[in-house]
């Protein structure tokens, strides 16, 4: 059987893009990873909500690996005084499926 190159990049896209979550998906993983204790879709909790988030990165190409990056490792400064806290414990494809999610989020 012959790839194509068009067959072969399918493929490779298919193997490295993340799955697309839905409301009541992302919701139940906000609930598992934690992140339901500080955040919520629509209100200020401890942190921002995730449709303030989705405005301030709406436009910025990095936004995925800027937050992700914050969410794994944690940081402070950019919503106020209080840190966020390290994520290490919950698994890059989760941290990277929920910011895709978040960015999408209109307000």
């Known amino acids: 059987m012959k790839f194509t190159l ?7 896209a298919a193997g490295t893009a993340h799955a697309a979550l839905d ?4 919701e139940a993983m906000m609930k598992k990873d934690g992140c339901a204790a500080c955040h919520s879709v629509d209100k200020k909790i401890v942190g921002p909500s995730y449709t303030e988030v989705a405005a301030k990165y ?7 690996a800027k ?7 944690g940081g402070s400064g950019a ?3 209080v840190p966020m806290p390290p994520n ?5 494809t989760d941290i ?7 960015l999408a989020l209109k307000k």
């Open 6 to 12: 068009l067959t072969l990049a399918a493929i490779f």
């Open 23 to 26: 409301s009541a998906a992302a």
């Open 58 to 64: 709406k436009g910025d190409k990095d936004a995925v």
């Open 67 to 73: 937050l992700s990056k914050k969410v794994k490792e």
């Open 79 to 81: 919503w106020g005084p």
């Open 88 to 92: 290490a414990a919950v698994s890059n």
């Open 96 to 102: 990277t499926d929920l910011v895709t999610w978040i």
